[in-house]
């Protein structure tokens, strides 16, 4: 089993529930759903070019995937992860936008965000005492040999080649799309997200995803609210 830590909107949140119909998976019920329908493409196309952000659902990764370290427990997990979201105040990203990220497309900030590249940074530390080492089957899937040597480093180091400040916070909503439908997909997805790009996005949520075994999809395990570590401590 792995786990990871996500950004993710509430299951009833409007983006998750479009990026859900887009990706044809809710990663809250692990259940098929039907895609949107669009004139540009059809469903199998759909089916091929989502098929890799579907298995993760819909998320920003905050920790990369990771299986426990030697000695450490679900329930320890739970429980930081549980402390780690009541510490951290809820924030706005400013503005979203749809870009491509090399050969796949995302969401993303329009311009950097400090108070988002500093919870990616935090989460990145706090959870780095529940992480395994990677295995070299794991470090080979990296293509480490395209990877620039600080990111080699990290790779080696936390488990992720992309982390602080080689981070980029994305929502992914494909896997690679050929160049001949880049065109296409790009006006699809403006159609598909013009209620939400250009707009702020509410970092009020962080979601714990479960891996059950290798290949199976990431299904979400907590969904807890940010802030109020006063609160919870007195209840």
């Given at each position: 089993m792995r786990y990871t830590i996500y950004f993710a909107p509430p299951a009833d949140d409007r983006l998750s529930q479009t990026a859900a119909r887009w990706l044809g998976r809710d990663a809250f019920n692990s259940g098929a759903l039907a895609w949107t329908e669009t004139p540009a493409l059809d469903g199998e196309q759909q089916m091929a070019l989502t098929a890799e952000p579907r298995r993760y659902g819909f998320h920003g990764t905050l920790k990369a995937p990771f299986e426990l370290a030697a000695g450490r427990s679900e329930a320890e997990l739970i429980a930081a992860f549980d402390e780690f979201a009541a510490e951290i105040e809820p924030f706005e990203v400013p503005e979203i936008t749809l870009t491509e990220i090399g050969p796949f497309f995302a969401l993303v900030p329009t311009r950097h965000c400090v108070p988002l590249q500093n919870l990616a940074e935090q989460a990145v530390r706090r959870f780095e005492p529940f992480r395994a080492p990677l295995s070299e089957a794991?470090?080979?899937?990296?293509?480490?040999?395209?990877?620039?040597?600080?990111?080699?480093?990290?790779?080696?180091?936390?488990?992720?080649?992309?982390?602080f400040e080689e981070f980029q916070f994305h929502l992914t909503l494909t896997g690679p799309v050929p160049d001949d439908m880049r065109g296409v997909l790009q006006e699809t997805l403006e159609a598909a997200f013009d209620e939400f790009i250009g707009k702020p996005l509410a970092i009020s949520t962080l979601a714990l995803f479960v891996e059950p075994h290798r290949g199976a999809p990431f299904t979400v395990h907590s969904l807890l609210p940010l802030g109020g570590a006063t609160t919870r401590k007195i209840a």
């Amino acid at each position: 089993m792995r786990y990871t830590i996500y950004f993710a909107p509430p299951a009833d949140d409007r983006l998750s529930q479009t990026a859900a119909r887009w990706l044809g998976r809710d990663a809250f019920n692990s259940g098929a759903l039907a895609w949107t329908e669009t004139p540009a493409l059809d469903g199998e196309q759909q089916m091929a070019l989502t098929a890799e952000p579907r298995r993760y659902g819909f998320h920003g990764t905050l920790k990369a995937p990771f299986e426990l370290a030697a000695g450490r427990s679900e329930a320890e997990l739970i429980a930081a992860f549980d402390e780690f979201a009541a510490e951290i105040e809820p924030f706005e990203v400013p503005e979203i936008t749809l870009t491509e990220i090399g050969p796949f497309f995302a969401l993303v900030p329009t311009r950097h965000c400090v108070p988002l590249q500093n919870l990616a940074e935090q989460a990145v530390r706090r959870f780095e005492p529940f992480r395994a080492p990677l295995s070299e089957a794991d470090i080979a899937r990296r293509n480490p040999e395209k990877l620039t040597q600080r990111q080699r480093e990290y790779l080696t180091a936390w488990g992720y080649p992309y982390v602080f400040e080689e981070f980029q916070f994305h929502l992914t909503l494909t896997g690679p799309v050929p160049d001949d439908m880049r065109g296409v997909l790009q006006e699809t997805l403006e159609a598909a997200f013009d209620e939400f790009i250009g707009k702020p996005l509410a970092i009020s949520t962080l979601a714990l995803f479960v891996e059950p075994h290798r290949g199976a999809p990431f299904t979400v395990h907590s969904l807890l609210p940010l802030g109020g570590a006063t609160t919870r401590k007195i209840a």
